[in-house]
């Protein structure tokens, strides 16, 4: 993408600023040009690290010197950088992530979207479905082989009345 000021380089810096909740103005620049508006990638870092507010720096502080096993990613690289290194990062600095995720997405716990226009009923009859496999599979894993009979049986009972097929399933 080309720089919106002076048209000659890569923006590497994308400004995005939502109006009355509606509008969303973008603004995108290079680094020289960021510069001389006086904003830097650096500087817009240092702003989100800062909107986490204290509950970041209080993990941090906890962590100084947690280090990632897999990836050697430390907690003050990950604050300075804003990316973790690998996958185990999340386990690692979990702690320290776990306030931080609660405060940009309002919840600790990914729920996913629904499709709107999605029946109520339907939404519930497809989440008992998912319940039963679960305890199902639990069942079976533990060995518990006469609770996994009943609940296969009622899954088979579930999903017949949802008009599920061995194929969806």
Do not use: W
Request: overall charge positive; hydrophobic content about 35%; proline content about 4%.
């Amino acid at each position: 993408m080309e720089c919106q000021s002076c048209h000659s380089k890569k923006a590497t810096v994308h400004l995005t600023e939502i109006v009355g909740n509606k509008e969303k103005r973008e603004l995108h620049l290079c680094e020289s040009c960021a510069q001389q508006h006086g904003t830097t990638g650096m500087e817009i870092m240092g702003l989100i690290s800062s909107a986490f507010g204290p509950a970041a720096k209080t993990a941090g502080a906890e962590t100084p010197e947690l280090k990632c096993a897999s990836c050697g990613l430390a907690y003050a690289e990950f604050r300075s950088r804003g990316r973790l290194g690998c996958p185990q990062c999340y386990e690692v600095f979990r702690a320290a992530l776990e306030p931080l995720l609660e405060k940009i997405h309002g919840q600790g716990k990914h729920v996913g979207k629904t499709p709107t226009g999605t029946p109520a009923a339907d939404r519930s009859r497809e989440k008992h479905l998912v319940a039963l496999r679960r305890q199902l599979n639990a069942a079976v894993k533990g060995e518990n082989y006469e609770l996994a009979a009943k609940l296969r049986d009622e899954l088979k009972r579930a999903e017949a009345a949802a008009g599920v097929t061995d194929a969806d399933s």
